[in-house]
Structures are given as structure tokens and as C-alpha cells.
């Protein structure tokens, strides 16, 4: 039986292929933030020229939702990883800043 995902084992996994490769020095802040932004515009890449309508039916086409995947999958791996390095827990940073939305926005 494998283990349940979480954000602490994932986390894990990807500092354990980091080092397998000695890639730990390439991974400051700096770089990884810079990584980060570029698979994000690689996801907007994908929305680019869409109609709002035809973004809503992206995930019907298989190729399509394969590459919508994958570059969600290195956004959220960039952003572990940086969270990693910086000391910050990623959930707790998130429920954090709804608190902040809720307060800053009311609800009608």
C-alpha cells in the first residue's frame, strides 16, 4: 500500500530528486522563483488564444488535458520546492491569506 499524498511528502520527494541529481545549489530562491514563472506562462501559454468558452471544455481534448496537467504539476513542484527553501508551510500560508480575503472582502 503506497502512502497518502500530502504537501510534506511530496515535499520530500522532490528534495530527494534534487539531491540524487546535486541539483541542490541550482535551487535558491532566486532560481526557483524564476523557474516558477516560466512554467506558469507555459499553463497561460495553453489559454492563450482561447475563448472563455472553449477554456471551460480544455480538459475534453486528451492531449490537451495532458499538457494542462503537466505544467500544473511543475507550477505546483516549483512552488513546493521554493516554499521548501524558504521555510514556509504552504497550507498554512493559504489559509492565512483567506482569513486576510475574508476580512478585506465581505461577503455581501
Not at 41 to 50: A, G, K, N, P, R
Not at 82 to 94: H, I, T, Y
Amino acid at each position: 500500500m503506497t502512502e497518502p499524498l500530502d504537501v510534506a511528502r511530496l515535499q520530500r520527494r522532490l528534495a530527494d530528486f534534487a539531491a540524487a541529481r546535486d541539483w541542490q545549489p541550482y535551487h535558491t530562491p532566486k532560481n526557483l522563483v524564476a523557474a516558477l514563472s516560466v512554467e506558469a506562462s507555459e499553463l497561460v501559454e495553453i489559454f492563450q488564444w482561447l475563448t472563455p468558452e472553449e477554456s471551460q471544455r480544455v480538459m475534453e481534448d486528451p492531449d490537451t488535458a495532458h499538457r494542462v496537467t503537466d505544467e500544473i504539476a511543475d507550477v505546483l513542484a516549483y512552488l513546493l520546492q521554493l516554499c521548501s527553501v524558504l521555510g514556509v508551510d504552504p497550507l498554512a500560508a493559504l489559509d492565512a491569506k483567506i482569513d486576510r480575503n475574508e476580512r478585506r472582502f465581505p461577503a455581501p
